[in-house]
């Protein structure tokens, strides 16, 4: 679970959640401060093991919005959902550089 751990340190989740009416964008529930700005998820402190034995970062989708046929009194809005998983290699190219300097 350590080695899992230091590896999550060069991982990012972030989602957007923005609203689209007529070809107009708006933030949604003001899960984002603005439609240019992605909501930072903490995932290093959620890694957990499941009962397989298997590490899982468990995905909060609270935020997630699923509209049906029911919420349609007149025109639809659409409700944008997207969810980001970045690796940072630059970072981890770097800090294995500079752990191998340590060595010698």
Same mark, same amino acid.
């Given at each position: 679970?350590?080695?899992?751990?230091?590896?999550?340190?060069?991982?990012?989740?972030?989602?957007?959640?923005? #609203?689209?009416? $007529? +070809?107009?964008? !708006?933030?949604?529930?003001?899960?984002?401060?603005? =439609?240019?700005?992605?909501?930072?998820?903490?995932?290093?402190?959620?890694?957990?093991?499941?009962?397989?034995?298997?590490?899982?970062?468990?995905?909060?989708?609270?935020?997630?919005?699923? #509209?049906?046929? $029911? +919420?349609?009194? !007149?025109?639809?809005?659409?409700?944008?959902?997207? =969810?980001?998983?970045?690796?940072?290699?630059?970072?981890?190219?770097?800090?294995?550089?500079?752990?191998?300097?340590?060595?010698?």
């Amino acid at each position: 679970m350590l080695e899992v751990r230091n590896l999550m340190q060069y991982v990012e989740m972030s989602g957007m959640y923005f #609203l689209e009416d $007529a +070809n107009k964008l !708006g933030i949604y529930n003001s899960i984002n401060d603005d =439609i240019f700005t992605f909501k930072k998820y903490d995932i290093q402190s959620s890694l957990k093991v499941n009962s397989h034995g298997l590490v899982e970062v468990p995905l909060d989708t609270a935020d997630v919005t699923l #509209l049906g046929s $029911a +919420n349609l009194p !007149g025109q639809l809005q659409e409700v944008r959902s997207t =969810i980001h998983i970045v690796s940072n290699n630059l970072r981890l190219k770097k800090d294995a550089y500079l752990s191998c300097q340590k060595v010698e």
